[in-house]
């Protein structure tokens, strides 16, 4: 440490004093810099939740939000929703779904990534502008369009399912109701999530490819291998952050959905529900609006969320010790 | 100089955004003077028939309180439990409200509404009001609206398939079932639409069988689903579905709007049922058949009519009002039998006066007819404890079990279910 200090002391003498003048100044620049991001997500992200866990405890209902004082009810409302056979079933929902989107949005994003990498110039641009008006799309305008893709009367969907011949799709396509039962309302639900979400996963992982020297892959193929094994061999490990922050990001996105779902099935078909939907139909549901048991809901939600990325963290720093 | 600037600019956003919570409360100023302006809520997005209706009722307000100003706020159906919400918990809300009659009995137990009670004795035609109507606006001995407009639901068909079938518009469940099942054969598409989301249609069948959803005995509700009389009800509902297949799958878990609506005006299912507000919306989706379709009140089992659920809307003196005489003042120049009638018409609905219903304007309206026979026949409303709305809204719980009977689950169980929700649901 001496070694490497010592060539600075016998720089010029404009810069002895520096040293002395900045510890008597007190950094404050750079904190007032960060101050309206910081009072920004003070108000926005950080009270809500602080309000949300409160209200978790608390008995609240309109009555309440006028200003009558909230009944402390303890771990009640914990309690009559994990003691809910109800909340285990959307719990079921939310965890299987989550596990097939993330899964199926990585698989898509990869792949098209890897596509538009491979494309001349026009048509990767043509092609990644494609992909991102997708990404661009609001979640209600997306949902209302697929559950028109997917509905019962001029669904298009459901004409060209019925124009296939019967042997290969079987028959009855003509009126089928996706959204009866939870398994075809998933499958509605996972397609559109995923519709939406590979094209970050595409762009992100366009640009780390952007990042990884051609001679790797020229090397490699001197050496006899084929595309699978310069992917597993070279791309994913030297991009394994990015795949990593991708997962991250992807699981957070995936256990929340709730726009979709609420658009396409909605509060009639309890039988679908997941957690979010859970929640609001008990938070905002009916006019009793019963804001401490949905904050309850939520917050089991946020939970289960900060565990899964908690552990995926924790697996990210021991890789980086391990190398 | 560059971070005092940054400083500067930091604080002056603070105040900024910790000034937008406490914007002071407007000045109360003249106690029972007439007011300079009173804020009326309407539901809807305000159509030009609606608005000139309005400005027609202010003419006519303005003639008794000249200085005062009637501010329209239109609020979109589907937003308006949210504004109502807020406004209870800020203290902003309307003088004069319209508000959904399945709403009524929520927002009198969260103190949104004024007790009119006294008010109501001192207006001459609240005594025409439709008692059944006006007792879904009172609790505890008190009134805190008044029934405005309804509506009621009944089968729309196609008169012309009808004609050349040689069916006459069915007066008991068989014969909703035959006249189905005939459409079914020859027409090529599925006779009746039956969803599943449709709570208020669907009782429409309990009551006609005897039953009811839940009844109130010595202060406490039980559910009654499981009751011989609404079993049966509910098991033939479902079994349009599922046993007689006259009903399509396609509308289990959704409401008449999410396909019955569009799919009976395109010619695509035979008869739908739903209220006569429903006419406006089926001929924006096929005007040129609109000549074809009729209506027949829902039938009872064996014959007669089925009591109908009435929709519609009250009208309400918010609580918080400065102006309270003056508000409801507002409110009967717009309830008037007159002015309620006028607006029923343009909306298709029916007004709550007992006389005007009886009256021969509506007995000799094709499309009308039929719905204020049903009004008059027996309107019923759902029980009258806010927790219907965690029933109905919330937990949606006729829906739920009727769309699993549908889909083959056992209604014993299924509606021992429901009865369970509605013992917890309707006494908390």
Known sequence: MLDTAQPVRRTPGRDTARPARRRRRPRSGPYLLILPALVVIGVLLIWPVVQISRMSFEKVGVRQLRGEPAENVGLANYRQILGDGFFWTTFRHTVLFAVVAVAATLLVGTLVGLLINRLGRRMSAFVAGGVLIAWATPPITAAIIFSWLFGTTGGLVNWFLDLLPNALVGSGWASYNWFATPLPTYTVLTICVVWMSFPFVAVSVLAGLRTVPRELYEAARVDGSNAWHGFWRITFPLLRPIFGVLLALSVIWDFRVFTQLFVMSGLANRDAFNLSLYGYSEAFGSLNARYGLGSAIAVVLTLIVLIVTAMYARMVIRQEGAA | ?428
């Open chain 2, 1 to 428: 100089m560059r971070f005092t600037k940054a400083a500067a600019t930091a604080a002056v956003l603070t105040v900024a955004v910790a000034g937008c919570g406490g914007n002071g409360k407007k000045d109360d100023s003249a106690g029972g003077k007439d007011p300079a302006k009173i804020v009326v809520w309407q539901m809807g997005d305000g159509s030009p028939e609606q608005t000139k209706f309005l400005d027609g009722v202010k003419a006519e307000f303005q003639q008794k309180h000249p200085k005062t100003d009637v501010e329209v706020q239109y609020i979109p159906w589907p937003q308006a439990t949210q504004k109502f919400q807020t406004a209870i918990a800020g203290g902003s809300g309307p003088d004069v409200t319209e508000v959904g009659n399945t709403d009524v009995q929520s927002w009198i137990e969260q103190g949104a509404f004024a007790d009119i009670s006294d008010k109501l004795k001192g207006w001459a035609e609240g005594k025409d009001l439709n008692k059944g109507a006006l007792a879904n606006d009172q609790a505890d001995g008190k009134t805190y609206a008044a029934p405005w407009y309804g509506g009621v639901r009944a089968v729309w068909y196609h008169k012309d398939w009808f004609q050349s079938l040689g069916l006459q518009p069915p007066t008991s469940w068989a014969g909703l079932v035959e006249a189905a099942k005939k459409i079914q054969d020859k027409k090529g598409v599925p006779g009746i639409a039956a969803p599943s989301d449709w709570t208020n249609g669907i009782l429409s069948f309990v009551w006609a069988n005897g039953g009811d959803v839940a009844a109130k005995q010595g202060g406490k509700w039980t559910g009654t689903l499981d009751q011989p009389q609404a079993k049966e009800a509910v098991e033939f509902y479902a079994g349009l579905v599922n046993k007689d297949k006259v009903a399509p799958d396609k509308y289990v878990g959704k409401n008449e709007l999410q396909g019955p609506q569009q799919d009976f005006a395109l010619g695509k299912v035979g008869m739908y049922m739903d209220g006569s507000w429903a006419l406006p919306q089926l001929e924006k989706i096929n005007a040129k058949d609109s000549k074809n379709w009729g209506v027949f009140p829902i039938p009872g089992k064996d014959g007669g009519l089925a009591p109908v659920f009435s929709g519609g809307s009250d009208l309400a003196v918010w609580k918080d009002s400065k102006y309270k005489d003056v508000a409801f003042d507002y409110l009967t120049t717009l309830d008037s039998k007159k002015n309620a009638q006028a607006f029923a018409s343009t909306l298709k609905f029916l007004p709550q006066f007992t006389d005007v219903l009886q009256s021969a304007t509506y007995k000799n309206d094709p499309i009308m007819g039929p719905f204020a026979q049903a009004a008059a026949s027996g309107v019923k409303f759902t029980p009258t404890s806010k927790g219907w709305a965690d029933y109905e809204g919330a937990k949606k719980v006729l829906p739920n079990a009727v769309k699993a009977i549908m889909q083959g689950k056992s209604p014993d169980d299924e509606l021992k279910k429901a009865d369970e929700q509605a013992g917890s649901l309707l006494n908390q």
